[in-house]
């Protein structure tokens, strides 16, 4: 399996339960942010994203919360499920393009059936 | 429509030796990008390119080189593979740089050094 989850938080809950993933970003000057779904022997998957005119963004069963005052942007997933369970990182960028995407290093999300 | 495409998936070096990490996209995507993936660490971006012929440096791009000919190709080249260099690879590419414009990732190569 990936080596990279080794040293990541990891947050369990049982299958129906409500997940929140929590990220603190870096720079005050981003205005654009990303969550990422990250499976075993996979490549990052875009989940939903934000700008920093809003504080909450729905997407199916997803929703993400941005507190621009003190820098902390978080990942609500709705009636979790087995499938669920991956690594979850953030990502921010200040409006300068992907080159400077700063990503942050991760959540493991264990589901239990 | 296959998305981003990386080999070989697995590979062993020796320290010393070179090598050619592929990627190919089939997306028509302008803006292709690699990235290494450490324990403990965000993904860090290597090196970059905005379109065929144009390629510039991202975070942590010594020891690496790039080339983009065409648009749909994006490989990244170790020159002397050092322990260092240890990681997994990923290669992404996405229809622009800026915000709102989803990335797309390859499926990874995890690259050892010996």
């Known amino acids: 399996g990936e080596s990279v989850g080794l040293h990541l938080p990891t947050l369990s809950v049982q299958e129906g339960d409500n997940s929140i993933i929590n990220c603190a970003y870096s720079?005050?000057?981003?205005?654009?942010f990303i969550w990422y779904k990250q499976e075993s022997g996979k490549g990052p998957q875009f989940i939903i994203d934000i700008r920093s005119n809003m504080d909450k963004r729905q997407g199916q069963r997803v929703t993400v919360l941005l507190n621009k005052t003190v820098k902390h942007l978080s990942l609500q997933i709705a009636a979790t499920q087995p499938g669920d369970s991956a690594v979850y990182f953030c990502?921010?960028?200040?409006?300068?393009?992907?080159?400077?995407?700063?990503f942050g290093t991760g959540t493991r999300l264990l589901v239990s059936p | 429509n296959a998305g981003v495409t990386q080999t070989p998936k697995f590979q062993v070096l020796k320290t010393g030796q070179s090598m050619t990490l592929q990627c190919a996209q089939d997306?028509?995507?302008?803006?292709m990008s690699w990235y290494r993936q450490d324990p403990g660490m965000g993904l860090r971006l290597i090196h970059y390119s905005v379109g065929a012929g144009i390629t510039d440096q991202g975070e942590v791009p010594n020891g690496y080189n790039v080339s983009r000919s065409t648009t749909e190709d994006f490989p990244l080249r170790l020159l002397s593979a050092a322990p260092s260099q240890t990681s997994v690879y990923f290669c992404a590419s996405s229809i622009g740089q800026g915000a709102e414009t989803e990335a797309f990732f390859g499926q990874g190569t995890r690259l050892t050094v010996v």
């Open positions: 990502a921010e960028m200040a409006n300068t393009g992907f080159q400077k995407l700063v």
């Open positions: 720079n005050s000057a981003s205005d654009y």
């Open positions: 997306m028509n995507h302008e803006y």
